[in-house]
C-alpha cells in the first residue's frame, strides 16, 4: 500500500492580508482587524504582530499604538474574506485530485503521486507562487506524510523565513530534528489543558510526545492522544475529508451596536438574524424542524435587571422558508418580550434537519405547502448574492439602528459592483 502524503496549505494573516490586498498604500503598515461591533483585535498584519499587539486584546487599549505608530485598523468584511477565500480553494482544487477545506484559510491537500512528476518541494513552491500571483494571497505550504506533520510542517514555513515557505516534512530525520526544537503544545489539537498534563508527566517538547508509547497514551489520555502520537510517527490515521459533514444546527447572532430597549427593534433584530440563517439553511439544502430564539442582556453589568430568555418551537413540518421560520420567530418573541429590559444581544438557532422531501409527516398531521416557494427562496437567494442588490423582508426594517458597529468597515471590492476598486 503507498504511503499517503499531505500538504497543508495556510493563507499568512490572511484577514489582515485581504484588507492589504487592495490598498498597496498599506503594503508596509502595520494593519489590525476587529471583531464584531469593532470591540477587539481579531487578526494582525506582521507588522502589527511586530509591535506587540496580542491578539484578542481591546481596542481601546491600543489606541496609543495607533496614535504613535500609524496601525490602520479595519472592521470585519466577511464578503470580502469569504470571496477572497473561495478564489484561493478554487486554485488548489485545480492543483491537487482531492482537498479539503479546513477553515477559511487552510486545506489539506492530498499529494498521492505527485512525486513521480516533480519533486514536493518543488509542487509547494507551485502552489505558493501560483496563490500569489492569481490572487494576491500569501500562503506557506508544509508538507509531510500525516496531517499532524503537516501541520507541524506548515508551521515551521511560517516560523522560519530561510524555508522560503515551503517545508518538505517527508524525511524521518528532517521530522525528528524540527519536533526536538517545538513544544508540546505547538502540536496540532493540544490545547492548554491538555498541555500542561503532559508537561506534569515529563513531556515537554513534541519529540517527547513521539517517543511516547501510544497504548500508554491512550489509557492515561485519550483514543485522539494515542492517534496524535501515531500520527507523529508516520503513521497517517486521520485521511482527508471529501465531504464537508452537514451541520447539525445553524446560529446567527450577533452583539447589538447599541442597547435595544422597544419591541420594534427587536423584531427587527429578529426577524434578519432568522432570514440570515434560512440562507444559510438553504446553502446546506436542509429544512429545518425546530427554531430557537434567545436574548440576552448585559451580565457583565450587574446593576442593570438582567433578563435571558431562551425558548423553542417545532414547526409543523421541517422547511427551508423564510417566511415560515421568521412566523415562527415571530410568535417566539412576541411569547418571551418583557419591557424594562436593555438588550445586548439575541439570536436565532435552526435545528432539526432533515433533506428536502424525506420527511414523512403522520397521518393526522396538517401540512400546508406554498405554491412555488422553492423557485421564490432560488430568486431571493440569486439576487442576494449576485451583489447587485438585496430583496429582503418589511419586518426586517430598512433603518436598523440597532445593527452592528462597523467604523471602520471596507468595501466589498470583490462582491458589489458599486464597490469595485477603480484604477486611475
Not at 492530498?110 to 500562503?139: N, P
Not at 510517527?233 to 444546527?249: A, H, I, V, W, Y
Not at 446546506?284 to 431562551?310: D, V
Not at 412576541?334 to 436593555?342: N, P
Request: aromatic share 8%; proline share 4%; hydrophobic share 40%.
Amino acid at each position: 500500500m503507498a504511503k499517503s502524503t499531505f500538504a497543508l496549505v495556510d493563507c499568512n494573516n490572511f484577514y489582515a492580508s485581504c484588507e492589504k490586498l487592495f490598498r498597496p498604500d498599506l503594503k508596509n503598515a502595520p494593519v489590525v482587524v476587529l471583531s464584531n461591533n469593532d470591540g477587539c483585535v481579531v487578526a494582525r498584519s506582521r507588522e502589527a504582530k511586530a509591535l506587540g499587539i496580542k491578539m484578542g486584546v481591546p481596542l481601546f487599549q491600543i489606541q496609543h499604538l495607533i496614535k504613535r505608530h500609524g496601525v490602520v485598523a479595519f472592521s470585519s468584511n466577511y464578503a470580502l474574506y469569504a470571496d477572497m477565500s473561495a478564489r484561493v480553494m478554487s486554485i488548489l482544487e485545480e492543483l491537487s485530485p482531492r482537498v479539503e477545506v479546513y477553515s477559511i484559510d487552510e486545506a489539506f491537500l492530498d499529494l498521492s503521486g505527485v512525486k513521480h512528476a516533480m519533486s514536493l518541494e518543488a509542487f509547494g513552491v507551485e502552489v505558493r507562487s501560483k496563490i500569489q500571483q492569481w490572487t494576491g494571497i500569501t500562503v506557506c505550504v508544509g508538507i509531510a506524510p500525516t496531517k499532524t506533520l503537516s501541520k507541524l510542517a506548515n508551521h515551521a514555513a511560517k516560523r522560519y523565513p530561510a524555508t522560503g515557505g515551503v517545508v518538505d516534512l517527508t524525511s524521518p530525520e528532517r521530522q525528528r530534528k524540527l519536533m526536538s526544537l517545538l513544544p508540546v503544545d505547538d502540536v496540532w489539537g493540544i490545547g492548554r489543558r491538555l498541555c500542561k498534563r503532559l508537561q506534569a508527566d515529563g513531556i515537554e517538547s513534541v519529540l517527547d510526545l513521539a517517543n511516547a508509547d501510544p497504548k500508554r497514551m491512550r489509557r492515561h489520555y485519550s483514543v485522539v492522544v494515542e492517534r496524535t502520537v501515531r500520527e507523529l510517527n508516520g503513521e497517517s490515521c486521520l485521511d482527508l475529508e471529501d465531504m464537508t459533514p452537514t451541520k447539525k444546527q445553524i446560529v446567527c447572532s450577533r452583539s447589538f451596536g447599541q442597547r435595544i430597549t422597544t419591541y420594534q427593534a427587536m423584531r427587527e433584530a429578529v426577524c434578519q438574524y432568522t432570514s440570515r440563517a434560512a440562507e444559510k439553511l438553504r446553502g446546506e439544502q436542509r429544512c429545518a424542524k425546530q427554531i430557537t430564539l434567545f436574548m440576552r442582556t448585559n451580565r457583565f453589568n450587574p446593576e442593570e435587571p438582567q433578563y435571558m430568555p431562551s425558548l423553542t418551537a417545532e414547526l409543523p413540518t421541517p422547511t427551508d422558508d423564510t417566511r415560515d421560520l421568521v412566523a415562527v420567530a415571530m410568535r417566539l418573541l412576541k411569547s418571551s418580550w418583557r419591557d424594562g429590559y436593555r438588550y445586548m444581544k439575541a439570536g436565532v438557532m435552526l435545528s432539526d434537519f432533515y433533506e428536502s422531501g424525506v420527511y414523512q409527516p403522520s397521518l393526522f398531521d396538517e401540512v400546508a405547502t406554498r405554491p412555488n416557494a422553492k423557485a421564490l427562496m432560488s430568486v431571493l437567494d440569486t439576487i442576494n448574492h449576485s451583489g447587485k442588490g438585496q430583496i429582503f423582508l418589511a419586518s426586517q426594517g430598512s433603518q436598523r439602528h440597532w445593527a452592528m458597529r462597523r467604523g471602520h468597515l471596507s468595501p466589498a471590492y470583490t462582491t458589489r459592483w458599486g464597490e469595485l476598486p477603480l484604477v486611475r
